[in-house]
């Protein structure tokens, strides 16, 4: 396969370093700076997710064979980044009594995007708050499960990855995951919504943006990859 050749091998490890070496730098400036620690430590977490991922995908495709132990640490951090960035989110607000303050009386508005279109309207209480919260929280409990699942079924052959067979795991592994991130970034599209106006001077949209892009996009391009050269067995 091509991406098993040296080319792909070589231009992965060099994007994979790159990216690390920028992002280490941006991480070291923080350091150097560090006036805002209640702000820049979610800041730092949040960056690191740039060399675990690039460095654990470029390891994965030069050991293929162990690559499921690779992505599970990557994986894991994911999940712990879609918490960080609510935390940082909630930080730059004041925290959870702060925002209550800001939003209570006001109402979620109707739209397609927020999936509430043919509902009520939702009231901004502290309910809803806890409801984005805990719906960021799961992926963060879910994640490691199925990692440890995943490689559990990987060392007793019943794993199979890109095999969509009901006989094996990685089906289950994939429906159960993709409910728990799809809670996870609704949760936070509608924390968002809510509090979009106070968090302007912020400008959180574009962090927000590429958090969805690293962790939602990944996932459905795996999803893709498994459509053209996974098996579908009965």
């Not at 609704?186 to 912020?202: N, Q």
């Given at each position: 396969m091509?991406?098993?050749?040296?080319?792909?091998?070589?231009?992965?490890?060099?994007?994979?370093?790159?990216?690390?070496?920028?992002?280490?730098?941006?991480?070291?400036?923080?350091?150097?700076?560090?006036?805002?620690?209640?702000?820049?430590?979610?800041?730092?977490?949040?960056?690191?997710?740039?060399?675990?991922?690039?460095?654990?995908?470029?390891?994965?495709?030069?050991?293929?064979?162990?690559?499921i132990?690779?992505v599970?640490?990557?994986?894991?951090?994911?999940?712990?980044?879609i918490?960080?960035?609510?935390?940082l989110?909630?930080?730059?607000?004041?925290g959870e009594?702060?925002?209550?303050?800001?939003?209570?009386?006001?109402?979620?508005?109707?739209?397609?995007?927020?999936?509430?279109?043919?509902?009520?309207?939702?009231?901004?209480?502290?309910?809803?708050?806890?409801?984005?919260?805990?719906?960021?929280?799961?992926?963060?409990?879910?994640?490691?499960?199925?990692?440890?699942?995943?490689?559990?079924?990987?060392a007793?052959?019943?794993?199979?990855?890109?095999?969509?067979?009901?006989?094996?795991?990685?089906?289950?592994?994939?429906?159960?995951?993709?409910?728990?991130?799809?809670?996870?970034?609704?949760?936070?599209?509608?924390?968002?919504?809510?509090t979009?106006?106070?968090?302007?001077?912020?400008?959180?949209?574009?962090?927000?943006?590429?958090?969805?892009?690293?962790?939602?996009?990944?996932?459905?391009?795996?999803?893709?990859?498994?459509?053209?050269i996974?098996?579908?067995?009965?």
């Amino acid at each position: 396969m091509f991406i098993l050749g040296s080319a792909p091998q070589v231009l992965g490890g060099l994007s994979a370093i790159a990216a690390s070496a920028i992002t280490c730098h941006q991480i070291y400036q923080h350091l150097q700076n560090y006036f805002c620690p209640s702000q820049q430590r979610w800041i730092i977490r949040i960056l690191s997710i740039v060399p675990i991922y690039a460095l654990t995908s470029w390891f994965s495709l030069m050991m293929w064979k162990f690559s499921i132990y690779f992505v599970s640490i990557r994986d894991v951090y994911e999940a712990f980044v879609i918490y960080n960035f609510l935390c940082l989110c909630y930080e730059y607000l004041g925290g959870e009594n702060s925002i209550l303050n800001e939003i209570q009386g006001k109402q979620l508005p109707t739209s397609w995007m927020t999936g509430t279109c043919c509902l009520p309207k939702i009231d901004y209480d502290i309910q809803f708050l806890r409801f984005c919260k805990q719906s960021t929280l799961q992926f963060c409990v879910v994640k490691p499960i199925v990692s440890i699942i995943t490689i559990i079924l990987e060392a007793n052959d019943k794993f199979h990855e890109n095999n969509l067979s009901p006989k094996y795991g990685y089906l289950y592994v994939t429906i159960i995951y993709n409910i728990s991130v799809t809670l996870a970034l609704y949760g936070l599209v509608l924390f968002y919504t809510a509090t979009r106006d106070i968090l302007k001077p912020y400008d959180p949209l574009i962090k927000f943006c590429m958090v969805k892009a690293i962790i939602f996009a990944s996932f459905w391009q795996g999803i893709h990859y498994t459509g053209k050269i996974g098996k579908f067995e009965i």
